[in-house]
């Protein structure tokens, strides 16, 4: 089976992701169904390097860490479930931060703590000395 064929049907799969587990893994019969009735069922390696590439291409993150000073409200907790779009959310409280949260997505890091703007403050300052 071609790598193209593998990774349009995985993509079609990860991109229209349902919530219930039940019909997930009847789209995913179906699929394989498919491959067998066409004579064409991918590899293990080639299906698992599908689902990844396909999963990074349609989520944007796969996980989120949020350390925020006090305990995130309801509603952005739920705002942040939306944009994340099926990413394993983590949320922890820090209060060494004073105020802010800091936001890990996969590999991507954005400080916006008030005890993170003072240690950047801290080093320009001692920069110019």
């Known amino acids: ?3 193209d064929q593998i990774k349009l049907g995985v993509r079609l799969l990860v991109k229209n992701l349902p919530a219930d587990l039940e019909e997930l893994q009847n789209q995913a019969k179906a699929l394989m169904k498919f491959w067998q009735e066409s004579d064409q069922v991918p590899t293990e390696k080639k299906l698992l390097f599908a689902i990844e590439s396909a ?10 860490t949020v350390v925020s000073a006090h305990p995130l409200p309801v509603s952005l907790k739920n705002a942040l479930l939306q944009k994340i779009d099926g990413a394993d959310l983590k949320l922890e409280v820090n209060d060494h931060l004073i105020g802010g949260a800091i936001i890990r997505a996969d590999q991507l890091r954005i400080d916006g703590s008030v005890i993170g703007a003072l240690s950047r403050l801290k080093q320009k300052f001692l920069a110019q000395v």
């Open 55 to 64: 999963w990074v291409e349609t989520k944007p993150f796969s996980k989120v």
């Open 1 to 3: 089976m071609r790598a």
